[in-house]
């Protein structure tokens, strides 16, 4: 089904149902049409004059209309907005983000997480998304250092509304990127050091002028798996993971009074500092706080945590707060080279083998016999907090591509992927491909979350621009619901002896 999406769309009572003579520039004629409200399509005809939709009926004059689009059998739909982005370097590089534009996607935020370019220079942008975004450090360094004319919030506005975009764009202010960019990254990453006076004061004065320059407010990340790559700061958390209460309850406050949001993560592995992000949301003696936090999602990992969300999110909101989750609407499976992802990060051994950014060390590294065990020990823990599942869909050993490993191990009477994988994933460096399932595993749509009213949307686009240039971009890669759906049809033709219905083969 192919789909047009228009940046604006308006239930049809605003609209006059138009059979007189009019001129227009452009017109989407005998597509479905969707207003966005939830009402009943209809086929229509859509004319747009200087950029806006001004007209919507049936069998719309086209006299002198220069640009006549054959929409049958297509559906016309208001464009989508994606939430959740990390296109801050990608809209430097490419700022058409047609791989966006193609999914009927208008409108993008950028400044997810933390993370942003508005003040922090090519080497601290690098440290801050390389590893975390699965960005390869050096590009970015060299796009932010090529494309930055900018110091201050307005000027990153300006420096964004000359460039050719293709969607519209809104952008947060990142906490890491203030932090960095004030504290210097060293500093703003160790435990023992908190802001100096001065440097709250300009953290603050950042966010009132981002805010100001039209910034729809500050994101931060309290996760503890998402690290720093270079090598000054390598490996520690993110800046925003340092702050304080203090600093965070100041910077809140600007939000606050403005009415602007904050967009956040919480700490996975306490669960007092995600009824702590809850509570902020709360309008008790102060003005509420607009909460946008990760993420509403039928983890693998934890599947009964959804079930919870609605009901805490509804309660918070009764209370007096805004809240919202972030959902992610499409099964979120991940595939990588190796181990080059960042749910490896969540368990020791995985993080200490990324640690090492020469590859012949991280190699020596996995080929020692009790770093080996360790790391099948910690692949195959069932519990703890977290996002990491060790479950597999599939793995290809990259050196036979005509078939996944997968089929391998049915053939030759192994117990299933992950009895391989977990003892030849250390030392086998990129050849190895596993694709794990980490959310919405048994999607049926909509998914758990899709339903309730509070939860948003979003991440789209970080799974299409990684399909789309896994060169440019580095070795994590997402797949789509196709993909699940056409490891089920493996699965199914290919059964594994201990696979059970509806669910992916597992050694127990």
Request: proline fraction near 6%; charge should be positive.
């Amino acid at each position: 089904m192919f789909t047009f999406s228009l940046t604006w769309a308006w239930p049809a009572r605003f609209y006059r149902q138009v059979t007189s003579a009019a001129t227009f520039d452009t017109i989407i004629a005998g597509g479905r049409w969707f207003d966005g409200t939830g009402a009943p399509s209809a086929v229509r005809d859509i004319g747009i004059r200087d950029g806006h939709v001004v007209a919507i009926g049936v069998d719309l004059d086209e006299t002198g209309c220069q640009n006549v689009v054959d929409a049958t059998g297509k559906w016309v739909t208001p464009g989508l907005l994606d939430i959740h982005t990390h296109y801050d370097v990608e809209v430097l590089a490419g700022p058409g983000l047609a791989e966006s534009l193609r999914h009927g996607v208008t409108t993008v935020m950028l400044g997810s997480c933390s993370l942003s370019t508005v003040h922090v220079g090519g080497e601290d942008a690098g440290d801050l998304f390389g590893r975390v975004e699965a960005i390869p450090r050096d590009h970015v360094i060299t796009v932010v250092d090529a494309n930055k004319t900018w110091d201050t919030a307005a000027g990153y506005v300006t420096a964004l509304e000359d460039r050719p975009l293709g969607p519209n764009v809104a952008a947060f202010i990142g906490h890491s990127d203030m932090r960095t960019a004030v504290m210097g990254l060293d500093r703003a990453t160790r435990k023992d050091v908190r802001p100096t006076r001065g440097e709250q004061a300009e953290m603050e004065q950042m966010l009132a002028a981002a805010l100001q320059a039209g910034f729809v407010g500050m994101s931060s990340q309290q996760l503890l798996f998402d690290k720093i790559d270079g090598d000054t700061c390598r490996s520690r958390t993110l800046p925003s993971t340092y702050a304080r209460a203090r600093e965070l309850r100041r910077l809140k406050t600007q939000l606050r009074r403005s009415g602007r949001i904050l967009q956040s993560g919480p700490d996975l592995q306490n669960p007092l500092n995600l009824v702590s992000q809850l509570a902020q949301s709360l309008g008790l003696f102060r003005e509420n706080l607009k909460t946008s936090l990760l993420s509403a999602a039928d983890i693998k990992a934890n599947p009964y945590a959804i079930t919870i969300m609605g009901p805490v999110a509804r309660l918070v909101n009764k209370l007096g707060g805004d809240f919202r989750w972030q959902h992610l609407p499409v099964p979120f499976e991940v595939y990588a080279d190796g181990i080059d992802l960042v749910v490896f990060e969540e368990f020791g051994s995985g993080a200490a083998a990324l640690h090492l950014r020469d590859e012949v060390e991280r190699n020596d590294l996995m080929r020692d016999d009790e770093y080996r065990r360790q790391f099948r020990k910690d692949y195959e823990n069932k519990f703890g907090v977290r996002v990491w599942h060790r479950g597999l869909l599939r793995r290809r050993d990259r050196r036979l591509p005509r078939r996944s490993s997968h089929r391998q191990d049915v053939r030759s009477g192994r117990r299933g992927p992950r009895a391989a994988s977990g003892g030849r994933l250390p030392g086998s460096g990129t050849r190895i491909r596993p694709r794990y399932p980490l959310a919405h595993n048994d999607f049926q749509p909509p998914p758990r979350g899709a339903q309730e009213t509070g939860p948003r949307p979003g991440y789209p686009a970080r799974f299409l621009r990684r399909r789309r240039t896994p060169a440019q971009h580095g070795v994590l890669q997402h797949g789509p619901a196709p993909a699940a759906a056409r490891a089920r049809r493996r699965a199914r033709r290919h059964p594994l002896p201990d696979r059970r219905a509806g669910r992916a083969p597992t050694d127990r």
